[in-house]
């Protein structure tokens, strides 16, 4: 095999290792970022109204490979609803972040502490 047959080959095999597929995601964010972002730029009621749509809906339809939601999504969400008053259905929230995700447990207990 000459030189140019051996960098060929190793060309070749180079290419075709390159060329795998996407692997599935374990989540799904939906908009969150964009939401998330506009919310905090502008703190208004229309994007906090926006941020709130979207966690619904992250919560209700989760496509990934583990089909729960995402590490911290309840938590946002009920932090938000707490700020805007609706605590008792804000630590509901924080209570199913730290059942999927046990070890948000010493954070978010302090918060759930905080608002009793």
Not at 38 to 45: E, L, Q, T
Not at 62 to 83: E, F, M, N, S, W
Request: hydrophobic share 35%; glycine share 6%; proline share 3%.
């Amino acid at each position: 095999m000459t030189v140019k047959n051996l960098i060929s080959s190793f060309a070749v095999m180079l290419l075709l290792a390159s060329c795998t597929t996407q692997a599935p995601q374990m989540y799904t964010w939906g908009k969150y970022s964009d939401a998330t972002y506009n919310f905090i730029k502008s703190h208004s009621d229309q994007d906090r109204d926006a941020l709130i749509k979207t966690y619904e809906s992250i919560i209700k339809k989760q496509k990934g490979t583990r089909k729960c939601v995402p590490p911290g999504v309840y938590a946002d969400y009920g932090y938000l609803l707490i700020q805007i008053g609706e605590a008792q259905k804000g630590k509901e929230m924080l209570e199913k972040e730290v059942a999927l995700y046990p070890e948000s447990q010493a954070f978010i207990g302090q918060i759930i502490k905080n608002i009793q």
